[in-house]
């Protein structure tokens, strides 16, 4: 086979991924895009907002989660991240004490062994739905999480096309100067 031929094969395949690669960071800034506009939207539709500086709200809480929630004090719940520090520095805390440690679970198993006890029963509904906010908005922190990494895999598998490209464009300028030249065999 000769030079010329074998630099058009391999400049063909590297450009053929190239393209692949370039259309799979397409798909994958859609998906970041899409995944993050989500999040977004279903968090502002909450309108949760953290308390601002000094509030009591936040000067309650143990130390470290005063810290973290102070990091966003007055804003608008909005971010994964936002949701993870509200669900485990805010909510997490208050539920600890509401269920005295226990989980849902474990208080409601004492309600149904106890049906007449009302405190009980509304506690086990106040934990349960503060566990379930928790939830929520520690899912949308995975999701923000999962469009954050689909973003970085984007911005490599452009970066990676882009390369292919270009070393594909530098193959069949090759191709083009050892035209008609043969390989030796050793």
């Given amino acids: ?3 010329s031929t074998l630099d058009k094969l391999i400049s063909s395949t590297g450009l053929l991924v190239a393209i692949v690669l370039i259309a799979a960071s397409c798909a994958l800034f859609y998906a970041h895009n899409f995944v993050h506009t989500q999040v977004v939207s279903q968090l502002s539709a909450e309108k949760i907002y953290f308390p601002p500086s000094g509030a009591s709200a936040l000067t309650a809480l143990p130390t470290v ?10 804003q608008q ?3 994964g991240a ?5 669900a485990n520095d805010f909510i997490a805390v208050h539920l600890e004490k509401i269920g005295g440690g226990e989980t849902y679970a474990q208080l409601s198993t004492k309600a149904m062994a106890d049906p007449t006890n009302t405190t ?3 506690q086990v509904q106040t934990v349960f739905q503060g566990e379930t906010l928790r939830g929520l908005l520690l899912n949308a922190y ?3 999480t999962m469009a954050t990494v689909a973003y970085i895999a984007a911005l490599g598998a452009l970066a990676a096309g882009i390369v292919l ?3 594909a464009v530098l193959g069949f ?6 035209k008609g030249k043969t390989q030796k065999r050793r």
């Fill in 1 to 3: 086979m000769n030079r």
């Fill in 65 to 74: 989660n005063s810290q973290a929630m102070s990091k966003y004090a007055g």
């Fill in 173 to 178: 300028y090759h191709s083009g100067r050892v």
């Fill in 165 to 167: 490209s270009v070393l």
């Fill in 82 to 86: 936002q949701a993870k520090v509200w």
């Fill in 77 to 79: 719940l909005t971010t």
């Fill in 120 to 122: 009980l029963a509304k």
């Fill in 142 to 144: 995975a999701f923000d």
